[in-house]
């Protein structure tokens, strides 16, 4: 990905400064278990697809290519 211009974001819950030139950006989330730790992670990863998207100009309520699950007569 980089290679082709693109910027990584790294998601992590330790505060390590050996993964710092790892990625552009680091999001240090905080410590959970590790049954609940998808769901922490899920959230962010979330917000950041939305903002990305937002910030491409994409419509982000009207999604393309999305078959419609209600027939309206």
Avoid at 37 to 43: E, H, R
């Amino acid at each position: 990905m980089e290679s082709r211009g693109g910027k990584t974001i790294l998601l992590t819950d330790q505060a390590d400064t050996s993964i710092e030139s790892a990625a552009h950006r680091i999001l240090v989330l905080p410590k959970a278990s590790h049954f609940l730790t998808p769901v922490v992670l899920t959230i962010p990863l979330q917000l950041l697809a939305y903002q990305i998207a937002v910030h491409r100009g994409t419509d982000v309520d009207q999604p393309r290519n999305l078959a419609k699950s209600v027939t309206v007569e």
